[in-house]
């Protein structure tokens, strides 16, 4: 099951993705700057949507960007050819059993990977631990029962929390965002600091009805639809008028709220 | 059942207003400002939660509170007296039979008041006839379907629904916040723009974890224990569970999140 739902692996998500890293750069790594010379990890860079973004931001720093598939990689490369980067170098790796002697790295840069793991207070130690003294540790993630909106609709949220489900039954947890600071408690950083960060969609910002409620959220709960009715989580017909009503919040008057949580920590 | 648990009538909410009023200023109202001179309309300013803070952060304009309680009133005089400002004066009235002249104020500040309305937009477009041309409408509203928190509780949930259902049968809204944008748009305001303002809190934010999770939040539903007992919504059982678990996020680990909407339009 867990393929057949989880983001990233084929190419209308890897569109979906592309439309979100659009819209979300600013919000979720506008304060993310890396020093001149440093050397940082990014885990689980998948189609380089954020990797792009990083380098650009720190044209000074060199990183390293690891994912499991070989596929994402290649996509990833080439985008970063395209955006004329030459910081970025990429490994294909599982984040449980990294190519890396301890202590490799300055920081390490982690987004939209621990929801996915089963065990993601042991994939932060194993990190931890390829960090220098004092080097820090981010953490993005999303919540999925962070999604509310107008007009309210029981189906609607019937079929986000088909995803939620989902993600649980493949040993993953869609509520993680929530959870990033004693997660990285847990996992020994010090000076584990966590902001929030809120996409308030109304018909004011076109950009984001489209971009983030339409492209991004409603496009990720669409993508459950054939394993959340195969798995006998939701009848067809309740879910596709949850779809219908997500649909609905970006039309006048609609309204939607999602929220990130990014935190940053150190190790000890 | 209004009278009941609606909020800022007894002298434990009053409590618990000023804690929430000191603790949220900052968050809501630091971007408040209206210039000198300017007369600013406040509607349902309760025992002055925020009186206080608006005659403190424009100490030149002229502001005219109106609550429907005389007891309120009285309270927020004192606090108002206390606080050494002298640009607030004082009426009682509802806010559907207001004793002023069209277009009689620059500004209109409303906080926490249209979600005990039954009609909101109704009481908007009162409130637009009583503006200057471009004057503007500045209105704050929270949203109880906003809170989620780690670690997750059904109990908790459904406590929380307790006070949304019973809000609903009193003719409220609970879930107004999200509903912000549309109800100015709807009752006839330019140049809408809304703002979520998220308090998201965890072991790191003290100050949070006591005055908004505990003080605040936690207390507000637990105001509601008894007539939502009393109708049946919730067995003791079940709500008390919500109780604890909702004080579980205050510990060690617990992560609690809530958002209020801040709304400003212009009178076409």
Do not use: W
């Amino acid at each position: 099951m867990r393929e057949t739902y989880v983001h990233g692996y084929d190419s209308r998500e890897n569109e979906r993705l592309r439309d979100q890293a659009g819209i979300l750069v600013e919000l979720l790594h506008a304060d993310t700057h890396y020093p001149a010379g440093s050397k940082v990890l990014e885990v689980g860079c998948g189609i380089g949507a954020q990797t792009v973004t990083l380098g650009r931001r720190s044209p000074e720093a060199r990183f390293t960007s690891v994912d499991v598939s070989a596929d994402s990689l290649a996509e990833a490369k080439r985008r970063v050819d395209l955006a004329g980067l030459t910081n970025v170098e990429f490994r294909q790796a599982d984040i449980f059993a990294l190519p890396f002697d301890p202590a490799s790295f300055d920081h390490v840069f982690v987004c939209f990977v621990l929801e996915h793991l089963a065990r993601p207070v042991a994939a932060l130690t194993i990190l931890a631990e390829l960090l220098e003294p004092r080097g820090t540790i981010t953490v993005v993630e999303g919540d999925h029962g962070s999604a509310y909106f107008h007009p309210d609709s029981a189906e609607a949220r019937a079929a986000i929390e088909c995803l939620v489900t989902l993600q649980r039954a493949a040993g993953g947890n869609g509520l993680i965002g929530r959870e990033v600071y004693p997660l990285l408690v847990e996992a020994g950083f010090d000076a584990v600091r966590v902001s929030p960060r809120m996409v308030y969609v109304d018909s004011s910002r076109p950009d984001l009805v489209d971009g983030f409620t339409r492209k991004t959220f409603t496009a990720m709960i669409e993508g459950v639809r054939e394993p959340a009715i195969a798995a006998g989580l939701i009848e067809a017909e309740r879910f596709d008028a949850g779809i219908r009503d997500l649909r609905r919040t970006t039309e006048a008057g609609g309204t939607f709220c999602y929220t990130f949580f990014k935190g940053v920590g150190e190790r000890r």
